[in-house]
């Protein structure tokens, strides 16, 4: 099975910090690799699909890049209702796998 | 509006089974491919099982391979997941989500369900 290591496991930043969050996966997955956000007690919302196309309604301040097996998920100003956990995808096999999660937290 | 429920958790002794529903709304439910993902409280997600808009191709996490099951009854929009020989570490919200592009296995998902617990405890 395709494992995926998400890095960093928490983050803390500021609003207006940009935030780089990375995924890996133990192999090629291009592109089939989302981005979910996850607020507590709540459903995970999808965000990034395909590696880099973002999902509609969300903003433009999310964006995501990488291709083989090392994807970025970048926040380019952080704002309040940004602060959630994070977690990466692959979903290039039957067996979906996802990153640990990556909880942004502010400073 | 797209939606889909799940329904059917609970408190369930270990070794028991218990069987979760899923009922969709609002999408041509017999041309996607849905998915179980779950997570223990307080823990990140785990996939847990697939299964594609024909029950053609299902796949399911080694965690629970040989013990629950997948299906899907496109009359009654609706997905299960039966599950077998429960374990405390079964313990989690179970989630059912549906995939944003129809019929093809390579489509993130789109829509959440907001959850059932499953509690496995004597």
């Known amino acids: 099975d395709i494992q995926m290591t998400q890095s960093p496991s928490t983050l803390s930043a500021s609003v207006g910090d940009r935030v780089t969050i990375t995924c890996r996966a133990s192999?090629?997955?291009?592109?089939?690799l989302a981005w979910y956000q996850q607020k507590p007690g709540k459903a995970p919302k999808l965000l990034i699909s395909?590696?880099?196309t973002l999902e509609s309604g969300v903003p433009s301040r999310f964006s995501g890049s990488g291709s083989g097996t090392d994807f970025t998920l970048t926040i380019s100003s952080l704002q309040p209702d940004d602060f959630a956990t994070y977690y990466c995808?692959?979903?290039?096999?039957?067996?979906?796998?996802f990153g640990q999660g990556t909880k942004v937290e502010i400073k | 509006e797209v939606q889909v429920v799940e329904s059917g958790g609970g408190l369930v002794q270990p070794g028991r089974s218990l069987r979760l529903s899923c009922v969709a709304s609002?999408?041509?439910?017999?041309?996607?491919?849905m998915h179980w993902v779950r997570q223990a409280p307080g823990k990140g997600l785990e996939w847990v099982s697939s299964?594609?808009?024909?029950?053609?191709?299902?796949a399911y996490a080694d965690s629970v391979k040989g013990r629950f099951t997948i299906s899907r009854d496109n009359a009654k929009n609706s997905l299960y997941l039966q599950m077998n020989s429960l374990r405390a570490e079964d313990t989690a919200f179970y989630y059912c989500?549906?995939?944003?592009?129809?019929?093809?296995?390579?489509?993130?998902?789109?829509?959440w369900g907001q959850g059932t617990l499953v509690t496995v405890s004597s």
């Open positions: 989500a549906k995939d944003t592009y129809s019929g093809t296995w390579y489509s993130a998902s789109d829509y």
């Open positions: 609002g999408f041509t439910f017999d041309d996607y491919a």
């Open positions: 299964i594609s808009w024909n029950s053609g191709s299902i």
């Open positions: 192999q090629s997955i291009s592109p089939w």
């Open positions: 395909q590696a880099s």
């Open positions: 995808q692959q979903y290039s096999s039957y067996s979906r796998t």
